[in-house]
Each structure stands twice: as structure tokens, then as C-alpha cells.
């Protein structure tokens, strides 16, 4: 497998990255082809999407206030936080644990980092139909079959930094199921399933970093997975009760919304 950094200008609302990816490829003289990943920051997607929120134009509740001064955070930014949360379950300094879209994730996503001043970033919208539309985008000028991959990053309890964190894929399978199958002493597999998509996120992650590396998008070739016409988001999701971390979490009182 070959990863390639795809360096480019500064994203914009309104960018158009299909076309920034495609001249990013050409000018390194490589050829995007049938069966390739493309790998594109979630952040770089979410400001395509416009979905900036201005600090200052919400008012913080009651709530957030609380929770700000628990976790020596500013109020603004925890009424954000609570307005894109399906539970908040608790915290640390700097950070709320919170559940949107079926994944655990610090503070929903919603991040100051790589913001223009005093706007936060939040999660993209409608990941898998943009990843669709991506990879059909690039079908339609290319004539080539990619898949796609947003990209975000994550915490594991009880390790120290971020991973990456397949955040919705288009065009290949996100799972591969290990338990028909048997392991080198012959022994049946019971509950093994390998996330692929998460693997391939963090292969990208490590490229696109963390900081000002400017390098939204990687080029993914021969990755070991099986494309597909349609993915069901579902297949990368766990019941909460099934979860081995979530099914031991219960949300505050104060911060449950829906």
C-alpha cells in the first residue's frame, strides 16, 4: 500500500476540492486509478460546507456555564458543544465526552483548531452522501472508480494522543467480518470484525497531522479492502449495550438533550 500527502492552499467555503485534489495529484505527475482511496480531512470537508459557528453570536446557558467552569472551558464553546450533542456524559480539563452520530468523541467534534479567529469548526454534514457525492464527482471527470474517506481524528481511553477516525466512506467496505473464519490453530472466531476504514483513517492521519502540515487530502493505492456501490453507514456501528466502553456509560442528568 502507497500513501501520497496531497499539500494545498489554504481551504475556503465554497472551495471546490475535487478539482484542488485532481491538480494536486497531476502536479506530483501521479494518476488517480480504478481502485484507489481518496482520504480528505474532515475539517477540510466541513469548511467546504460552510459549517463555521462564530463564538460570539450564541448566548451560553445555564448549563454550559456549569460546564465551562467544571472543565475550564469557555461558556460559548460548551453551548456549541451542547447544541450538536445527542448525550454528554462527563468530562476532563479542556474536553466533554459526548455522543453524536453513533460515536463517542470529545466534545462532538467541535474544534478551535484549524478555525479562522474566533470560529470553531464542526463536524460535516451529512458525511456519507458528501463521500458519495465525492467519489462521484471524481468518477465524472476521471472516469476512474475511487473510493472516498473522511477523516477525523480521536482519542482511545486510556492511551495518550490522536488517531484517526474513519468518520464516513463511499465506495468500499468499511468492515471485513472475521467470525467464519478460523485462526492458525484452527479455532472458530467468534466476535473478530476488523475496521478497515479506521485503519486506512489513521494510515491517512499520520500524513495530514495534526497542525499546519496543510496536507487535507492523501492518496491512498492498493489498500487491502473490497470496493461495493453502496455502504451502509450501519455496518460500521456498535449497539451502545454491545459497546465495551459505552455500555458502562450512563449521561448526566443535567446535560441529556434528546
Not at 35 to 45: E, F, L, N, Y
Not at 143 to 169: E, F, H, N, Q
Request: with cysteine; aromatic share 6%.
Amino acid at each position: 500500500m502507497q500513501l501520497f500527502g496531497l499539500q494545498t492552499e489554504l481551504i475556503h467555503p465554497k472551495s471546490d476540492i475535487v478539482s484542488i485534489i485532481l491538480r494536486e495529484i497531476e502536479k506530483q505527475k501521479l494518476r488517480i486509478e480504478d481502485g484507489d482511496v481518496v482520504a480528505i480531512a474532515s475539517k477540510t470537508v466541513a469548511t467546504i460546507q460552510n459549517r463555521l459557528k462564530k463564538l460570539d453570536s450564541v448566548k451560553p446557558s445555564s448549563k454550559a456555564r456549569k460546564l465551562a467552569r467544571r472543565y475550564h472551558l469557555d461558556p460559548e464553546f460548551v453551548e456549541i458543544v451542547l447544541l450538536e450533542a445527542e448525550e454528554v456524559y462527563g468530562g476532563v480539563s479542556k474536553a466533554l465526552l459526548t455522543l453524536k452520530n453513533h460515536i463517542l468523541t470529545a466534545n462532538t467534534g467541535v474544534d478551535r483548531k484549524n478555525a479562522p479567529d474566533g470560529y470553531v469548526v464542526l463536524w460535516p454534514k451529512d458525511p456519507f452522501k458528501t463521500a458519495e457525492k465525492i467519489s462521484r464527482e471524481i468518477l465524472a471527470r476521471t472516469g476512474k472508480r475511487v473510493g472516498v474517506l473522511i477523516v477525523d481524528s480521536r482519542v482511545t481511553p486510556l492511551r495518550m494522543g490522536t488517531t484517526g477516525l474513519a468518520l464516513a466512506v463511499a465506495g468500499f467496505e468499511p468492515v471485513r467480518d472475521y467470525r467464519s473464519c478460523k485462526d492458525l490453530y484452527g479455532h472458530s472466531i467468534s466476535i473478530t470484525r476488523h475496521a478497515l476504514a479506521d485503519d486506512l483513517a489513521s494510515a491517512a492521519h499520520l500524513i495530514m497531522g495534526e497542525s499546519d502540515q496543510q496536507t487535507p487530502a492523501v492518496l491512498i493505492k492498493n489498500a487491502p479492502i473490497k470496493f461495493s456501490e453502496k455502504v451502509d453507514p450501519y455496518t460500521m456501528i456498535i449497539p451502545q449495550e454491545q459497546c465495551l466502553f459505552a455500555s458502562h456509560l450512563q449521561p448526566r442528568a443535567v446535560t441529556r438533550f434528546r
